[in-house]
Antibody, heavy 118, light 107 residues
């Protein structure tokens, strides 16, 4: 069965960076994009961007350019998202999700809570 | 970006009742519309895609309809396990955008 297993919760200081992982199993990893979505109580669900798991190409929502960096390791079927220059506004739950080339997000990871606090 | 306006924000219904949630796009999204269910502390789960296609394993009491800018999710014969938040999302245009959600509770 399709599974996306994300890394654990992160507590980070303002100005620092965190790197979240998303390990896929149960399907051919390079046949689907991996997208990343931010969820907060105030802003709801926000799309960050996607990575083409075959080519490594990326596309970011304008709002998250410079904030998020997406990478992939095909050998381990794992996608990564690094968030840099963290501020309290980056505190949220971050999800990875499988995307079928501009289609819906048909499977989601369990989410990673990132808390930014001094 | 395409704005997705979802209503109502919250909804209280009885077991066995039929409920409908609406979603309006700021422009035509040509059926590029998905519905998700999210239970507390869990990740969103895909229910409906392409406005009216049921995702694998989703009970048939869920259905989607609509076209153009207006879409709806209907839940027939509400069950206790349907208590959750529901979100619409358009994927016709980049970036994908989500509605603010509807919280469904039992009356």
């Amino acid at each position: 069965q399709v599974q996306l297993q994300q890394s654990g919760a992160e507590l980070a200081k303002p100005g620092s960076s965190v790197k979240i992982s998303c390990k896929a199993s149960g399907y051919t990893f390079t046949s689907y994009y991996i997208s990343w979505i931010k969820q907060t109580t105030g802003q709801g669900l926000e799309y960050i961007g996607y990575i083409n798991t075959g080519s490594g190409g990326t596309n970011y929502n304008e709002k998250f350019k410079g904030k998020a960096t997406l990478t992939v390791d095909k050998s381990s079927s794992t996608a990564f998202m690094q968030l840099s220059s963290l501020t309290p506004d980056d505190s949220a739950v971050y999800y990875c999700a499988r995307e079928g080339y501009g289609g819906p997000f048909d499977y989601w990871g369990q989410g990673v809570m990132v808390t930014v606090s001094s | 970006d395409i704005q997705m306006t979802q209503s109502p924000a919250s909804l209280s219904a009885s077991l066995g009742e039929t409920v409908t949630i609406e979603c309006r796009a700021s422009e035509d999204i040509y059926n590029g519309l998905a519905w998700y269910q999210q239970k507390p502390g869990k990740s969103p789960q895909l229910l409906i895609y392409n406005a009216n296609s049921l995702h694998t394993g989703v009970p048939s009491r869920f259905s989607g309809s609509g076209s153009g800018t207006q879409y709806s999710l209907k839940i027939n014969s509400l069950q206790s396990e349907d208590v959750a938040s529901y979100f619409c999302q358009q994927y016709y245009d980049y970036p994908p955008t989500f509605g603010a959600g509807t919280k469904l509770e039992l009356k």
